[in-house]
């Protein structure tokens, strides 16, 4: 009805069905969350926010006050509580509500909420919602999350001809990859963590890209944080040799 221009009609079916759901019994909780989320996403379409935002509400108090569905898990190791929630995300993708998705990706536990922060900022940026991109973004747990993610941005930024803010990126994800943890035996040793292995590897995708795009100085900057000299120095020459060209 709202596609076609029928307003009072798509209202008038809202109401009906809103009030028909209040009194159903519903076979499995899944099917009972997936109704009130309908319902949800149908009032934020029509525009009726402070519905909408009563009917996640009831969604969310359905789903993470049940102690049953918190404790009760399946093979994976995933609480029905997640598992519900995980449902709950992929209608509000489906019907481009990215923000309310977020929303309820943060009431998910970890690790399952990371996975589904990475499908939403999948579904947000191709659709240019950079600003669900970014709170998606600042969501994640671990700095090599974050540093992952941004660069992700970073590329869509490159990609589409945004300079200004492919730039702004590489410096947010230089920030998030100084964070990664560094393992003190990493500067000497061939043997690394793991974490120093993602830290020089962000490190050295930043230092690339600020190079490619002639911020050498940047770039170089960049690559003089990664502690292990046999790997810092090479590189630096590498990105030393992008101003010679340009020069």
């Known amino acids: 009805y709202l596609e076609a221009g029928q307003s009072d009609l798509a209202m008038d079916l809202f109401e009906q069905t809103l009030k028909f759901s209040v009194g159903s019994t519903f076979a499995t ?28 509400a009831q969604v969310l108090q359905l789903v993470t006050t049940d102690e049953a569905k918190k404790t009760e898990v399946n093979s994976d190791g995933l609480s029905m509580a997640d598992a519900l929630l995980i ?3 992929s209608q509000y993708l489906a019907a481009e509500q990215y923000d309310v998705a977020l929303e309820m990706a943060q009431a998910i536990s970890t690790p399952w909420q990371t996975r589904r922060l990475d499908q939403i900022l999948g579904w947000a940026i191709p659709e240019k919602r950079y600003a669900v991109a970014h709170e998606a973004i600042q969501a994640m747990a671990s700095p090599e999350e974050k540093t992952d993610a941004i660069l992700r941005l970073a590329n869509h930024f490159h990609k589409t001809g945004q300079h200004t803010r492919f730039i702004e990126s590489l410096t947010e994800a230089f920030e998030a990859a100084r964070m990664i943890e560094q393992s003190p035996e990493s500067q000497d040793q061939p043997s690394v963590a793991i974490a120093s292995s993602s830290r020089r590897y962000y490190l050295r995708t930043i230092a690339l ?12 900057d960049v690559a003089e944080a990664i502690e292990n000299r046999a790997r810092r120095e090479p590189l630096v020459q590498r990105l030393r040799c992008y101003a010679a060209t340009a020069a």
């Open 29 to 56: 909780p899944g099917e009972h969350t997936q109704a009130l989320t309908d319902l949800a996403i149908q009032a934020n379409q029509l525009g009726l926010t402070e519905q909408a935002t009563d009917l996640r």
């Open 87 to 89: 449902g709950i995300i």
């Open 209 to 220: 890209h600020y190079a490619q795009a002639g911020y050498v100085k940047q770039a170089v």
